[in-house]
């Protein structure tokens, strides 16, 4: 892949070395499937426009401004007053061409050109049940508004797998934010590259582009936005009749992240997208938005693949996790008696949380790394009690250290296994092993975590 050549904007040298600033990027939000429906131009490309077609030009040469409104194709023109006879027309040459000549996609125009919701949902049922592509996913808009989410979706979905664009984008969004279906990544990804490839949509570029900087893969996403402004112009008007120009920006915004180290990055980004959750406007008669399958849930983190990389990036995320292998584990004792493990550049990784007598214990075994045999925690009794009285609103200590040393009883054995839990289920992958008590019946337990890396912070 070939890395975009870039410069440095006026954004990114003014804050590239602001440790506390936010870089926000916009996305395409979900109810962009309600924005727009998909067409087929291609009975208007091949057939009325075509002057060797079945129908020709001379039908709309004698109304003004027909032509003009044919390509591309404006649906409000022809259903404006005054244009009855040019709307009369190629609703006729829509419906001879759909059954006569079978092209399928004449429906997805004449959706457009009917005057209620009913008939426009007839003429894309028809297109969808025809094969088109772009009916199968005007059909599924159609009926999630209708709040039949799940049958809107497999139509939606369909249409996307078919070839259409807009069904492509839709599909991703909905895979990127569990609108419509589960939230699935690499799914989204999926139709987000495709819409790209095949069609170099502008919207796909964006929301690909976005998941791309939440991937921290910052280098290929200035790659991908670079890509979406140069298509930017086109849709200008649209994104300022949507109030969406500072989706523009996020150019800027990845310039300005990379000039901050690969590792820091994430905590420097927030996200936004237009319309954050579905709204009224999703349903109708006021319903509440029905979304289905996800419910918010953000899946394991996505990663593209490396050969959808920029070297750059790959370079950077080998390096980092070399360095992160690297680390040492340290663990802090901090002036409430609770146990944290944290990487030696202060990341912090978890609170391991036990009872306060396994704790007590547990403390004793650090005070004594040499260790001892369980037998003779007696010799130990009084720093156990100490222990204890620190982290424990009990009265009748002694007696829960009396049965703890004694060795017929068995407690400690007992206490040694709840402390191996706590550490357990830290999920963090690291070894856990040097932090646990080891030892052997009649042997000396001991933890053998190295004492330079036990940090005490109490008073």
Known sequence: MVVLSKKTSIFASMNANDQNVTYTFYGLGPDFITWFYPLDTTPIDQEILDPNGQIGLEYYEDIPGAIEHLSPFDSEWFMQKGNEEALGTLREDLVFLSTVFGMIGAHSLLAQLVGSAEER???????????????????????????????????????????????????????????????????????????????????????????????????????????????????????????????????????????????????????????????????????????????????????????????????????????????????????????FLKYDDGTPIAEVKMPALPKALYFVFLNHPEGFPLKHLIDYREELLLWYRKLSNRKDVEKYIDKLVDSTDNSANEKISRIREAFEKIKENIEMKSYIPMGAKGECFYVSVDKKRIIWKLK
């Open 121 to 339: 949902l007839f003429q894309y049922k028809l297109g969808a049940e025809g094969g088109s592509p772009e009916c199968m996913v005007g059909f599924g808009q159609m009926m999630c508004l209708k709040n039949h989410v799940s049958d809107g979706w497999q139509w939606i979905e369909k249409g996307a797998e078919k070839g259409c664009e807009m069904g492509m984008l839709l599909a991703g969004i909905s895979y990127q934010y569990g609108t419509l279906s589960e939230i699935d990544y690499k799914k989204a990804a999926y139709f987000y590259r495709r819409a790209i490839k095949e069609f170099h949509n502008f919207f796909a570029f964006i929301n690909y582009g976005v998941m791309l900087v939440d991937a921290n893969c910052c280098h290929t996403a200035l790659y991908t936005f670079g890509h979406a402004m140069k298509r930017s112009e086109s849709q200008m008007q649209l994104l300022k009749r949507k109030g969406m120009t500072n989706i523009l920006s996020n150019i800027d915004s990845c310039e300005a992240l990379l000039q901050l180290p690969y590792e820091v990055r994430p905590k420097h980004i927030a996200f936004e997208h237009h319309s954050p959750e579905l709204d009224s406007s999703f349903c109708q008669k006021g319903e509440s938005p029905r979304p289905v399958g996800a419910y918010g849930q953000k899946p394991q983190p996505w990663q593209p693949d490396n050969s959808r990389m920029v070297p750059k990036d790959i370079e950077e995320r080998d390096n980092y996790l070399a360095k992160i292998k690297s680390r040492e584990v340290m663990m802090e004792i901090d002036e409430k008696y609770r146990i």
